[in-house]
């Protein structure tokens, strides 16, 4: 979220540690728009953590439904891979076994 160049600006001052202003100014960098650029990405931060907070219950939730699908994605595959095993044991197509052709 970068401040559009036409935004209206707010004179505002700030506090800064000496020998890094001085360091700024020899290296040429434009103070204000070190520190624009500092806060957006400060606030942005804020904002995604805020999110976060907001919505923790409803991604606990959403961790929780995945990780049951995945568990039963997984006892579903063992199943499966058991269940042709066994067919390929006794001589049988698994694909044509009424266990394979189920679906969830």
Known sequence: MNAPSNAARKATNVSLDASFVAEAKALGINIS???ER????TVKEARSALWQEENREAIESSNVWVEKKRVAARQTSALLAWHSSMCMRTGRDAASC???RQTC
């Open 38 to 41: 500092g806060l957006i990405e």
């Open 98 to 100: 009424s266990i394979a």
């Open 33 to 35: 728009q070190a520190c």
